[in-house]
């Protein structure tokens, strides 16, 4: 299923199911491919939208915590402050990679070269809530 994202073409704005931009495909392998949540399509984000995708990216990091690469992690790219770009790590080749794309098209690299890529990168997972996985009780309190 790995293969239908490789050959996704870029759009701007994209969240498929045929074109993507880099989280639209984000977005899509986590949910598709590895059964985890949707994250929302957050339509103001795109290639030259670094305010909008700065301000997306601190409403989404309140449900997310930082972790060392794993698969499903949105691994996150900055320049000072500003949030430039997101891919997701998969396993391909038995190897944690990130995938991504951009308007020469979808890439998937390991870690490490994605890290040497960037300025900086840094990798989210969803963070566990009580309510999501069967701690919290009726009356509202956490029970372990």
Same mark, same amino acid.
């Given at each position: 299923?790995?293969?239908? *994202?490789?050959?996704?073409?870029?759009?701007?704005?994209?969240?498929?199911? %045929?074109?993507?931009?880099?989280?639209?495909?984000? %977005?899509?392998?986590?949910?598709?491919?590895?059964?985890?949540?949707?994250? =929302?399509?957050?339509?103001?984000?795109?290639?030259?939208?670094?305010?909008?995708?700065?301000? @997306? *990216?601190?409403?989404?990091?309140?449900?997310?915590?930082?972790?060392? =690469?794993?698969?499903? @992690? %949105?691994?996150?790219?900055?320049?000072?402050?500003?949030?430039?770009?997101?891919?997701?790590?998969?396993? @391909?080749?038995?190897?944690?990679?990130?995938?991504?794309?951009?308007?020469?098209?979808?890439?998937?690299?390991?870690?490490?070269?994605?890290?040497?890529?960037? =300025?900086?990168?840094?990798? *989210?997972?969803?963070?566990?809530? =009580?309510?999501?996985?069967?701690?919290?009780?009726?009356?509202?309190?956490?029970?372990?």
């Amino acid at each position: 299923m790995l293969k239908h *994202y490789l050959s996704a073409p870029y759009r701007d704005g994209g969240r498929g199911p %045929i074109a993507f931009d880099c989280w639209g495909l984000c %977005i899509a392998v986590r949910h598709q491919l590895l059964g985890l949540p949707l994250l =929302p399509s957050l339509g103001a984000v795109g290639k030259d939208r670094l305010r909008e995708n700065t301000h @997306a *990216y601190h409403d989404l990091k309140q449900g997310m915590e930082t972790c060392p =690469p794993e698969v499903g @992690a %949105i691994a996150a790219v900055f320049r000072g402050a500003l949030c430039l770009h997101v891919g997701v790590v998969v396993e @391909a080749d038995g190897r944690l990679k990130v995938l991504d794309t951009n308007p020469g098209g979808v890439r998937l690299r390991t870690v490490r070269e994605f890290e040497t890529d960037f =300025p900086r990168v840094v990798f *989210y997972r969803d963070r566990i809530f =009580p309510e999501q996985d069967g701690r919290l009780g009726a009356d509202g309190r956490v029970h372990d």
